[in-house]
Nanobody
Framework: VHLVESGGGLVRAGGSLRLSCAAS????????VGWFRQVPGNGRLGISC???????YHADSVRGRFTISRDYDRNTVYLQMNRLKPEDTAVYYC???????????????WGQGTQVTVSS
């Protein structure tokens, strides 16, 4: 089971980025996938999750700006981030599990993440 996050970078406030969570060694179709973020000194927070039947959840802090989606052909889950704010600056991680959960404590084996930096 291997997930790789990509798509982070430096963007000005108000800009957009699309993060990718690509899977290898297994098929994401039947898994719930969550996106999480972490800033130095703080714990990892769940921000978006998509269930195995494509029901989506977004935390209040990103609802209306971020959208999680799946590409079954590419075995990838995306996080489209629009109207970015400086407070969105963090390392972003994805993870997968059989049952839907927005709690990072329910997930194992974290990857390297991808850095998102939003300048004011």
């Amino acid at each position: 089971v291997h997930l790789v996050e990509s798509g982070g970078g430096l963007v000005r406030a108000g800009g957009s980025l699309r993060l990718s969570c690509a899977a290898s060694g297994f098929t994401l179709d039947t898994y719930a996938v969550g996106w999480f973020r972490q800033v130095p000194g703080n714990g990892r927070l769940g921000i978006s999750c998509i269930s195995s039947d494509d029901s989506a959840y977004h935390a209040d802090s990103v609802r209306g700006r971020f959208t999680i989606s799946r590409d079954y052909d590419r075995n990838t889950v995306y996080l489209q981030m629009n109207r970015l704010k400086p407070e969105d600056t963090a390392v972003y991680y994805c993870n997968a599990r059989a049952r839907y959960s927005i709690s990072p404590e329910d997930y194992d084996f974290w990857g390297q993440g991808t850095q998102v930096t939003v300048s004011s």
